[in-house]
């Protein structure tokens, strides 16, 4: 029998009803695994939100962690837990990062429809995000089935994506998204990554489309037509009718499949407001 849900979108998403990750055991994973795979998100709503350790114990259940990022210039660590990303506005001494902070300006590029670490070699592979502290308006989570959006496609297109790859880069996103230009040290520290445009899931044999604004190019398209490419499946994949909007209460852990699904932030008064979310990712091989 599946765990007990409620669905959050026609075509995809989960909510669990009576499911605490806290106290989750090794044999129920597999149930949830299973409603991963059918429902590419789940949220799992908790009275308290589960410590950092808790949330590392739990991510680390689904796959091999990612462990602390390669360091970012003035990222300095308001929670010092290498498997947690602090997807927070808060800096290093629990403050609201001012306007203008470069810090902050990286966080806000998560604006962009984008999946979680496209631009590793070893991709993202389920994301696990906590709420701590949620501002009173705003700051909700959109989410797109990229599997509906790979099967929607019209076959003239999907023809066209037979054998592409893309590259996708960290720096890339961050800049179009109104972040700063790194430093070479910093480009040299996450280089880019190529990967199909269009995956095949391992355990389901669902094909999925793999885009993200980490995407920087097409190999073997010229710029042009790689970018006109680029826009079509984007208007394609961002239609009013795929998108789920997530709205978090404190204690909610969102758990989305990075192979089969794009997301992105959407903005609140982050100046006037705390968001305090946290995120741990697997990757598809320890790394
Ligand atoms: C992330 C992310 C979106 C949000 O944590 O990977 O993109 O709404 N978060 O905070
Ligand atoms: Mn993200």
């Known amino acids: 029998m599946s765990l007990p849900h409620v669905k959050l979108h026609p075509s995809f998403g989960a909510k669990l009803l009576d499911t605490d990750l806290r106290e989750i055991k ?9 409603l991963m795979d059918e429902h590419a998100v789940c949220a799992v709503p908790h009275r308290v939100p589960l410590t950092n350790e808790q949330h590392i114990n739990f991510s680390k259940m689904l796959g091999p962690i990612e462990r602390s990022a390669k360091k970012i210039a003035g990222t300095g660590k308001r929670l010092p837990f290498d498997e947690i990303i602090d997807q927070s506005n808060l800096g290093p001494e629990g403050a609201i990062y001012k306007d203008g902070d470069r810090r902050l300006a990286l966080k806000r590029a998560n604006r962009l429809w984008h999946t979680d670490m496209s631009f590793y070699r070893i991709r ?12 009173p308006k705003g700051g909700n989570t959109e989410l797109i089935d990229m599997r509906t959006v790979y099967r929607d496609l019209p076959d003239t297109i999907k023809k066209r994506l037979v ?11 961050r800049t179009l998204g109104g ?21 095949e899931n391992r355990r389901t044999r669902r094909e999925a489309l793999y885009l993200a604004s980490h995407i920087k190019s097409i190999k073997g398209l010229e710029e042009n037509e790689g970018k006109q490419l680029l826009d079509e499946l984007n208007e394609f994949a961002t239609q009013k009718k795929y998108i789920l909007s997530y709205h978090w209460s404190v204690g909610d852990v969102l758990i989305w499949d990075n192979l089969a699904t794009m997301h992105r932030a959407t903005p609140f008064l ?17 790394i």
């Not at 700063?180 to 480009?187: D, I, L, N, Q, R």
């Open 163 to 173: 054998n592409l790859s893309a590259e996708h880069c960290y720096w890339h996103s």
């Open 124 to 135: 993202g592979t389920y994301s696990v995000l906590s709420a701590h502290i949620v501002p």
């Open 270 to 286: 982050d100046q006037k407001y705390v968001r305090d979310m946290r995120r741990t990712t697997c990757r598809d091989l320890a």
């Open 179 to 199: 972040g700063p230009s790194p430093s070479a040290e910093e480009k040299a520290s996450r280089p880019p990554a190529t990967h199909p445009l269009v995956l």
């Open 26 to 34: 090794p044999n129920v994973i597999g149930k949830l695994l299973d």
